[in-house]
Structure formats: C-alpha cells, structure tokens
C-alpha cells in the first residue's frame, strides 16, 4: 500500500509516520500540522498514515517530500485501546512503518491508550521495561519541566515511579541538554514522608539510587519549576495536573510565547520513538510533535533510554 | 486563658476562632486577615488563638469585637500532625474553642494534616464518615468549581471516593446554593471505563446511587468549569490538581476579579465548621477564609451534611 513520491530521503533526512486520522479535529488540523511542520524542517520527510484523499491534500502542496500509506480506518475515543492492535488501523500500520524501518519515528493524536498499546505490541518494550511511560513538557518560569507518566500506566506502582524517573532523566538529556537532570517526585508536600504509601516507598529508594534526586514537590512547583527538571508520578495524577495546567492556562489567556514548549508526549520505554498528541490538538501542536519526534530521533532517545 | 473584651455577642453574632500562628507568612498575614474580615462582616467576632503579644495587635485596632484564647505554640510543617494534638498547640487550643461552644467556627493556615488531625480527635467524625475530606472551590468559566478531596486523606479508595461525592453534594447545595448540584468523578477520559481500577468501580457505583452524578471528567474540565458543579477525586490527586492549578494560574498572571474564589478549603465529614487556608496563604486569602467560615456555620453547614 505504500507508494513513495518524489526524490528518494538523503542520509540526512528524517522521516515521521502520521497517524491522519488521529485526534478529535483529524484529519483537518493532522493535515495543516503535517504542512506546517515539511515548512519549518527541510530535512524531515513525512510517511502519511490514512485515507489516500486525505493524504492527497499533502501531496498536493508538498509533492516531494512525501509518502503515503493508504488506510482507511482510525480508533475511536470510545474504542478499547485492543481495536488499535486487532484492526488494520491507522495506528497499527504507522508502528509498523516504524517497526519495518520505512519511518523513524511516529505521530498520533488518536486515543493515547491505543497509541501506547499498539507501540507496546509492534516496537517492543526496552529490556527491564514493565510499563512505558508518556513524558509531556510544560512550561514553567524558567526552564520548561518534563512531566511523567502523563497516562501511559494509570495504575500507582512504587516500582514503576522509580523506572519512570530513570527514564524521564535520560529523556531530560536529551530533550533539554541538561548533564544530571533534577529529578522529583510529586507529592502533596515537601517534607519526607509527605503522601501516599507508594510515594513514601518511591521517595526513600530514589533518595538511595537516583542521581540527582532532590526529594519531594509539589503540584505548583510543575508550572512554576524551579526544584525540578523532570517531576515524576503516576499516569492517573500526571494526566489530571497535565490537562488541569493547561485549563488553567487557557482561561488565564494562555502562556506568553518564549514560554511555550511543543504541546506533545513523548513515550518512553519503548523500542521506537513515538510522540503523542493531545486528543484536542492543533495544527500548530501537531507540527510541534512532529518536530519534537525528529529532534528526539536525531537525538538517539531510544539508544539512551535503553542504556 | 480566654478573656472576653467589648460588648458580648447578639443572636445573629458568628464567632470565628483563628489560628494566630498557622501559616508560613504567620503571624502578619493572620492579623492582617483578621482585621480584614472584621472590617468586612459587622456581624463576626474573632475568637484570637495564640500569643498574646500577637493578638493583642488585632485588640488594639478593634477592642470590642474579640476574644483572646493566650496559647504560646504552633505546629511546625515538618512536626507529625499527631504534634497537633497531643501538646497544647494553637490548633488544638482553636478545636477545643469549637468543641466546648466559645466558637461558632475555626480557620487555621497550618499544616492541614495537623488542622484535620486536631479536628477529628477534638470535634469527631459525623455519623457513617470514615474519612474527612477538604473541599477547595475554584475559579471557573462559569460558576466556580467545588473540588474535593484536597488533601485529608491521601489513600486512593473506592468508597472514600463514594462518600466524598456525597459530602461534596451537601457543601455544593449550602456554598453555592444549587438544588441538585451536577457530581462528577475526576479521571483521565470521559468515556465509562476509563482511569483505574477504584476509578472505575467508584464510576459504576455512583451511576446508580449518586442524585445529580453526571459521570467522569478530565483534570481541564476543573479550571474550565461546565460539566460540573462538584468535582470527586482522592486526596493526593486533588491536592496536587489544586496546587498545580494555582501554580499555572500565578505563572499566567492570575485570574481576573468577577472569578475570584476564597482561597480556602472546608473541612467536610466532621462534627464542627472547619476551614483550611493554604500555608503561603495572604492576608486576603485568610479574611477570604474567614468569611467562608462564618458563611457555611449560618447555612448550617454540618446539619446538612450530616443528614
């Protein structure tokens, strides 16, 4: 089904499979994003995931820098995540692009439960890898702040906190350049012993082993920064604060632009560079996941996390 | 140690016991509240917990509308709360003031696990509740949003949530006068099924016992307001949803006057009015708190949510 257009990609090219159909504006904004995204970066080329006359309102503005993946079916918000993994949808056939080497890297804003589902099943989990982990930046008041899990894993685990803050580090190297990235953990206080019995766990093993741990913080201290560089939890808590500080944002009238950072979830844990986009995304957010999923490809994110 | 000053209290009289030395910024900010709130109600009296020297500054400028309870020690944010009630701190000292009838209500900015500790010990649990919760209200599009639990009892369970929902229902109809005020459970989508496991059986009983249950909403759904008038979730993720929400707002420079909420957070579930001020709270924000207090003991606040 794949049919490939234009000049072959160059050593130096990135290529994105895009989910066209993912997202609850798909795939009219998933078609503004891809524009946006061929204009902002020469070097990446685009694989589109979806129906061939969707993927033609690319191809006809951008006829080089394309290949397309003709599928006709997406997941909906209220199907199981499994459809995405049972069905040929067009999130099960842009991890396979993924999987089988013809993209580097991949794009949703579909459900993000089967997005996590499907990369789980065609890339594989990295070794030691019990449950992946969705790492969103926020904005805060001096460098942005990398917040995980933001959904991937709802169930609260000691365990799988103290992976996540291993993986959000090696993804703060990467993503924000930082040597020995200040890692947290969120809690409701500061003071050891602050939270629930997991959290209490978590705190007093990463106090132990955790390089550049600096203890507990706060829901504030996410939009504010300032402790942390990577702030750690639960997917069920890191999903609420996550859409609870951009709501805020919004009716606040939204965040000046040296503040703003790609509105995308990386996935973590995972043997292949995945980026996820909010279910309400924008052209111009779904650009921004696009770009960040090339960065972290450019970036090596895989080969660090699996380190 | 109680000393009466200026003309005794009428019938329609509320009397507010405050924590002189609750808070980070205490004493100053509490007497500037206090004078604030006294300024703003003709129809409050303070009941002064603390050191005298410290009262006596609220004395000065308003001789005839206090009473001074002398107590030298407060709770420290890194004391156990169980400090709160086993020494003779101004906590215990404001609990006793409710419990014994010298205080219609109490407002403290101290460590809230000591605030809830104190109160359940010295006041009692209502009938059937197990666990206490804070009900925080914020600001929203609309109408303001009653989030809770806030932080009373950290420990995820199916029906904690369950009775929280319920005590939520009684505080929406008493604070912002609805009939039948619309409940929802927080998760991490909005489809039934969604979030983890105590999510969804909590969802499920709630469908089919619950007046006003409006089923799941999102961390956005808080600050943006619309599906909801009471907001459920469990203390940790409500604590750090309201902290986080505050922390983006302040980051996005505040939120305009009509939306102006107390900043403060009712106790629910036990035998007495109790309210709770954040620790960085101002001098605005406890006069806030203040008021709230003397509001939900005339609205009867513990007989309706007891029934």
Redesign the interface.
């Known amino acids: 089904m794949t049919e490939s257009h234009g000049r072959p990609a160059g050593p130096e090219t990135t290529r994105i499979a895009v989910d066209l159909l993912g997202g609850d504006n798909a795939p009219a904004v998933v078609v503004d994003g891809a524009l946006l995204a061929l204009d902002a970066d020469p070097d990446i080329q685009l694989h589109l995931v979806g129906p061939w006359e969707v993927a033609d309102e690319v191809l006809a503005v951008r006829p080089g820098r394309c290949t397309v993946d003709a599928v006709p079916a997406a997941v909906g918000?209220?199907d199981a995540p499994s459809r995405a993994v049972r069905h040929p949808t067009t999130v099960r056939a842009a991890v396979a692009a993924v999987a089988e080497g013809r993209a580097h890297a991949l794009v949703s804003a579909g459900m993000s439960?089967a997005v996590v589902t499907a990369a789980a099943l065609g890339l594989g989990r990295l070794p030691g890898v019990r449950k992946p982990a969705l790492a969103a930046l926020l904005?805060?008041?001096a460098n942005p702040v990398v917040l995980l899990d933001v959904?991937a894993s709802?169930?609260?685990s000691a365990s799988v906190l103290l992976q996540h803050a291993s993986l959000g580090a090696a993804y703060a190297t990467r993503v924000l350049g930082l040597r020995v990235p200040r890692i947290a953990l969120?809690?409701?206080?500061t003071?050891p012993g602050k939270?629930?019995?997991a959290?209490r766990a978590a705190d007093e093993a990463l106090r132990a082993n955790q390089p550049g741990y600096v203890g507990l913080v706060?829901?504030?201290?996410?939009?504010?920064g300032g402790p942390a560089d990577v702030v750690v939890?639960d997917?069920?808590?890191g999903?609420?604060?996550?859409?609870?500080?951009?709501?805020?944002?919004?009716?606040?009238?939204?965040?000046a632009p040296p503040?703003q950072v790609p509105r995308a979830a990386a996935l973590l844990g995972i043997a292949g560079t995945v980026v996820v986009c909010h279910g309400a995304a924008t052209g111009t957010d779904l650009a921004s996941g696009i770009a960040l999923a090339a960065r972290l490809h450019r970036n090596n994110l895989v080969e660090v996390t699996s380190s």
């Open positions: 918000m209220a439960g904005p805060a008041q959904g709802p169930e609260l969120l809690s409701i206080g003071e939270g629930d019995r959290r706060e829901g504030g201290d996410v939009p504010m939890t997917g069920f808590t999903n609420v604060l996550l859409k609870g500080v951009e709501g805020a944002f919004a009716l606040a009238g939204g965040v503040r």
